[in-house]
């Protein structure tokens, strides 16, 4: 894409109601407006909310959102020029229960009270398979320590990966990871009869490893 191309969402961006993206030292000062306020001051409701980490188009937060109007689904990613495309689809399409906030990962705990959010989605993240980088995945024990602030005791976070470096890293985190379990993991889901329903909608890049003979991984964990 075009550098102007890019400037150009992320002007759009900025006039989107549905896209969040604070300056850094609001998000320092712990003064975002929303963080506690979710549910009754952006969504005007009391339904459970969703995360999609590392959203990128927000193929999964919309089809999550479009299939469960009785929830709230936030999209999270650092690029703004990914957000703008499923922004723009739930502006168009009056999604009112779908969302996009455009930081880093790490930043999260800025946004969101502890136990704010039910349940969270990891779907093809960056699987980060250089050296030295391990602790970036999301997956690492650093993160897992970041999403148990924010969901409530027992609740659920969901990797669906075409990396079997991430997977099994995964697996292998769990095995020592004493505030979570391990409640299901598969190494080809369409292999078989699909465990969930939500496991049915395919991104972009899903698609693309499809053809290409990839394998998709899915893997459940319950946290404490």
């Not at 400037?7 to 000062?29: C, D, G, M, W, Y």
């Not at 050296?131 to 969901?158: E, I, Q, W």
Request: contains cysteine.
């Amino acid at each position: 894409m075009g550098s102007k191309n890019k400037l150009k969402r992320f002007k759009e961006n900025e006039t989107f109601s549905n896209v969040i993206q604070p300056p850094r030292e609001l998000l320092e000062a712990n003064n975002f407006e929303w963080k506690g306020k979710w549910k009754k001051g952006y969504f005007k409701n009391e339904n459970p909310i969703t995360l999609e980490l590392a959203c990128g188009r927000g193929e999964y937060t919309l089809a999550l959102a479009e299939t469960y109007p009785e929830r709230n689904f936030i999209g999270v990613d650092v690029k703004g020029a990914r957000i703008w495309k499923g922004a723009r689809y739930a502006l168009e399409n009056e999604l009112h229960n779908a969302a996009f906030v455009r930081t880093r990962i790490e930043q999260l705990d800025h946004f969101f009270h502890p136990g704010e959010v039910s349940e969270i989605w990891i779907t093809f993240p960056d699987p980060f398979l250089e050296n030295g980088k391990a602790n970036r995945r999301l997956t690492s024990p650093r993160f897992l320590d970041s999403y148990r602030k924010m969901l409530p005791n027992g609740g659920l976070v969901h990797l669906k990966t075409d990396s079997p470096e991430l997977y099994e890293y995964t697996l292998l985190v769990m095995e020592t990871y004493e505030h979570a379990s391990l409640e299901l993991h598969q190494d080809d889901i369409y292999s078989k009869e699909l465990v969930m329903p939500e496991l049915a909608f395919k991104t972009y890049y899903e698609n693309r490893h499809l053809q290409d003979g990839l394998t998709i991984k899915y893997v459940r964990i319950r946290l404490k």
